[in-house]
């Protein structure tokens, strides 16, 4: 850049000598004008010439100069983002930090700490994607909270296709509707209850899909969490796939989709390892588990889920389905969970629910508080089912009534206030005189940021 600028003075002096007069000057010794003889008209043509040979010198400078300050300033997108559309190279930087707090009443004579207040760092994780020339791209991204640093995407992609992509490392399988929505754009603190019992997770795996007008389907082989492969044992292969059409009449936005999945554990039955499906009480502050089978030697897993979704307006609806079959290693019958939920939500303000890609996405705030607004104000209803008992197996049922209220002051910034009432029966903790049939409230609020 310096070198461009000295250029620029060195050409506008050049050009200022060739454009001072050649006579009409003095002499120092006796300071006596000294008349040169006239200029031809071939000596003024060929100063012409050198004069616009300078400016046409001059633009090309500026027009050089132009190109590194727009090539070097990025552009904003909750960060910045820098791209280089000639090279195909761009870079952005991401994160979220979502700092939780809750409350879980205790049932008469349960003396579980997890029980009460609790707060936590829900998420804490930096990282950065973009594009590389020839279609390709990255995405890598790490988890500091709970005092350990996990990583939660790294991968690789391509464009082979204008409507297929490829990628390649750990990224999420297609479990469900609610599964792929970021938290950063969920209803509620967190997912409905079957995601976690079910343990879904980011696996390390090779993907395709491809999306053409209303159509996305979704296919790919998975291994297991990148943090698990560094043992031996963990050689799981699993199968996932998923549907979804998306059409818009007129003004709504549908969804209709299904996935089925499948896994098998391979050397970790071997080796004694076994399985639990559980959750906890709506918040993850809290440790306590009203759900829980006992711990089951699963073979393998066969599951599959239904979803449908319609967004009109500031009104948005969504239900999904999903059963899960673990099949065990000892000849005990089979036992297949269910989970489900059903919810409603209303922007008090105006605003529309995002979606892309056939997920939820941001919302786009009407008017922001920085712009003198109120921001969005969004309300949402939720049933949450769950049932853990099947072929023996007994793990709880929950019926869960959520209401969540979410305020966004601006397109990045979010903050949550939860309730729910959670009904179980037969659950794992037995209450006073051994009670398994009992109910809990639940209180839980999130302040985020993300870009």
């Known amino acids: 850049m310096k070198n461009n600028v000295l250029s620029l003075i060195l050409l506008a002096g050049s050009s200022m000598i060739a454009i001072s007069p050649a006579w009409g000057q003095t002499s120092e010794a006796e300071d006596v004008p000294v008349q040169e003889e006239a200029v031809t008209p071939e000596q003024v043509a060929a100063r012409t010439a050198f004069l616009e040979a300078q400016v046409e010198a001059l633009q090309e400078q500026l027009e050089s100069i132009k190109k590194q300050i727009s090539s070097s300033k990025p552009s904003w997108k909750g960060a910045p983002q820098f791209v280089d559309k000639e090279s195909g190279w761009s870079f952005k930087p991401r994160g979220r930090l979502q700092y939780d707090a809750g409350f879980v009443s205790r049932p ?52 082979f296709m204008p409507s ?56 790919g082989v998975f291994t297991d969490s990148i943090g698990d492969l560094n043992d031996d044992d963990n050689n799981s292969l699993g199968f996932d796939g998923r549907l979804v059409f998306a059409p818009k009449l007129g003004e709504t936005q549908l969804h209709f989709g299904g996935s089925a999945h499948y896994r098998k554990n391979r050397d970790l039955v071997d080796i004694g390892t076994t399985t639990r499906y559980r959750q906890r009480p709506l918040v993850h502050s809290s440790d306590t588990r009203f759900l829980a089978t006992p711990a089951l030697a ?47 939500g209303y922007y008090i303000t105006g605003e529309t629910r995002g979606y892309k890609g056939g997920t939820f ?91």
């Open 298 to 344: 699963v073979e393998k897993e066969t599951n599959y889920g239904l979803e449908a979704a319609a967004i009109h307006g500031p009104f948005h609806a969504v239900g999904e389905v999903h059963w899960l079959k673990a099949d065990r290693v000892d000849p005990a019958p089979t036992p297949t969970f269910f989970g489900g939920y059903a919810e409603v």
């Open 164 to 219: 297929t992509s490829l990628i390649i490392g750990q990224h999420n399988n297609f479990q469900s509707l609610e599964e792929l929505t970021s938290s950063r754009f969920s209803s509620f603190i967190e997912r409905a209850a079957f995601t976690d019992a079910f343990n879904f997770e980011r696996r390390v795996g090779v993907s395709a899909t491809y999306a053409h007008g209303p159509v996305i389907a979704s296919a």
């Open 108 to 159: 008469d004579g349960i003396t579980d700490r997890g029980l009460g207040f609790s707060n936590e760092v829900r998420r804490a994780r930096l990282g950065v994607e973009g594009n590389i020339p020839g279609g390709l791209g990255y995405k890598f991204e790490i988890d500091f909270a709970g005092n350990s640093v996990d990583i939660t995407d790294a991968y690789l992609s391509y464009d």
């Open 361 to 451: 996405d941001r919302t786009k705030v009407l008017k922001s508080v920085k712009d003198g607004g109120m921001g969005a104000l969004q309300v949402n209803l939720r049933y949450d089912y769950l049932d853990l008992i099947d072929a023996g197996v007994v793990g709880g049922k929950q019926q869960g009534y959520q209401i969540s209220l979410i305020w966004i002051p601006q397109d990045y910034v979010r903050f949550m206030l939860n309730y729910g009432r959670l009904d179980y029966k037969s659950a794992a903790i037995p209450a006073a005189g051994g009670d398994r049939n009992y109910g809990v409230d639940v209180i839980g609020a999130r302040a985020q940021i993300d870009f």
